[in-house]
């Protein structure tokens, strides 16, 4: 891990900017624009630290509720009790006013959502975040972008728009790309360091204002890159690698009938050496991560990235893929794809969180509706997915319904807890091999284990 840039002293001969060099992380008022799942953990993190954080989100629910002390965001341990905390001793405040936050701030760390629509990086919440910081940019300020983003956009979008709107030249602030690491479920504890901190900047001052900025707040430390656009694209590349792998291992689960083996064990028992690490097959790839990262560098080059497009592709047709052996074993055990009712076990793309965004579930189960299968959805943790046209009950609703089959696409705990033997005879698709129904009469194929 480098904890500088080698050969660049700091600061840099001749930089004149106010930002302090030697410094204590609480003297200085940090604002945090976007109050998400992740954005909110990182402010009320910041806040522990620095005693002095305002919080901005558009969201006037979610800026309400943070200032009674109350965190919007399910699931995160520690993180209703931090948040109470830290409003109760007036270190977090939140506002929808993003200007008059960023006046009275001299750090700006923005966490907005990034997403992707119709192929193309959205990216108006950050341009939306940039304009409100660049309304109250004083010189020495820094400015730290969190969210994912194409490679270059700290240098080709957020810098010339903070210049352009403030009226400062590039040198009198600071900013650097430092992407967040953090997983749903586990995010007070990778942003306090379970990995070190990634920090670039724009140029080696902005560096290491990220790198001292970062390092009171991450115990892992902080790993310092040449710039801006190779720690946009570490983030980035990050997720390639996983969906490249989980599409191997997908592409391989789809040659288990073929060759007659688990292609699961033999996945396995290949990663007992060292140089392979082949990822787990599975019911298809979900979040806000994988299936919207390739797509943050597939569109520089149109129409090449023939692996990052051929993975996506191998992810997206999982849930279809899984559907049609549902109603393989449907037919094979006599009944009608038109007759049967199906229950579709996981709405969330992830075990324990309450998160919808691309989940396989839904193109799995317009699938079945295609071939006129009534779709039950089944989840512990939402009764709501947006687009999900099927009546959706609690898991242990199932005791009260007639069902002809089931597809496991997330392995929350409660799917293996239930009954399975009050059920008729079933036909059954685990796509994650999680389900232990080896002593019913139900027929089953593992997604994996043919």
């Not at 976007?34 to 979610?62: R, S």
């Not at 960023?102 to 939306?128: K, N, Y």
């Not at 990778?190 to 070190?196: E, T």
């Not at 943050?296 to 090449?304: A, L, Q, T, W, Y």
């Amino acid at each position: 891990m480098s904890e500088t840039v080698p050969g660049t002293p700091y600061p840099p001969a001749g930089d004149e900017r106010t930002f302090p060099w030697a410094f204590g992380l609480g003297e200085y008022p940090v604002a945090v624009y976007g109050l998400g799942k992740m954005g909110l953990p990182l402010a009320a993190v910041f806040a522990e630290e620095t005693g002095n954080v305002v919080g901005v989100d558009i969201d006037e629910g979610v800026v309400a509720g943070i200032e009674a002390g109350e965190s919007h965001v399910a699931g995160e341990p520690g993180l209703d009790d931090l948040v109470s905390k830290t409003v109760e001793r007036g270190a977090l405040r939140a506002t929808t006013d993003g200007e008059r936050a960023a006046e009275s701030a001299r750090i700006h760390v923005v966490m907005v959502p990034t997403l992707v629509t119709d192929g193309e990086p959205e990216l108006g919440a950050l341009d939306a975040a940039i304009e409100d910081i660049a309304a109250g940019l004083d010189p020495g300020d820094a400015v730290f972008v969190e969210c994912t983003v194409p490679p270059r956009t700290c240098v080709d979008r957020v810098q010339p728009a903070l210049v352009s709107e403030s009226g400062l030249d590039p040198d009198e602030f600071g900013l650097a790309f430092c992407p967040e690491r953090t997983m749903s479920g586990r995010a007070i504890e990778d942003i306090r360091g379970s990995y070190p901190k990634v920090v670039g900047g724009v140029d080696p001052a902005s560096t290491e204002l990220a790198r001292r900025v970062y390092r009171e707040v991450n115990d892992a430390g902080v790993h310092t890159v040449r710039d801006a656009t190779t720690a946009e694209a570490v983030k980035v590349f990050e997720g390639l690698y996983r969906d490249v792998n989980i599409a191997l291992a997908n592409e391989l689960a789809q040659f288990a009938d073929a060759f007659g083996i688990d292609v699961t064990e033999a996945i396995e028992t290949a990663n007992t050496q060292p140089f392979c690490d082949i990822h787990t097959p599975g019911a298809g790839v979900g979040g806000h991560c994988i299936p919207y990262y390739p797509h943050f560098v597939m569109g520089e080059f149109e129409p090449d990235a023939p692996l990052l497009r051929t993975a996506r592709a191998v992810n997206d047709r999982m849930p279809v893929f899984v559907a049609e052996r549902l109603l393989d074993e449907l037919r094979a055990v006599g009944t009608t794809p038109a007759d049967a009712t199906v229950a579709v076990l996981g709405l969330t793309y992830r075990p324990g969180v309450a998160e919808v965004r691309a989940t396989p579930a839904k193109p799995l189960a317009d699938r079945l509706a295609d071939a006129g299968v009534t779709v039950l959805g089944v989840d512990p943790l939402v009764d709501y997915v947006p687009g999900f046209d099927h009546e959706v009950l609690d898991p242990y609703e199932l005791y009260d319904r007639e069902l002809d089959g089931a597809v496991l696409v997330t392995d929350h705990d409660v799917f293996s807890e239930l009954d399975w033997g009050a059920f008729d005879r079933l036909a059954v698709v685990d796509g994650r091999q999680a389900l232990d129904l080896a002593e019913t009469d139900h027929s089953v194929y593992t997604v994996g284990g043919g």
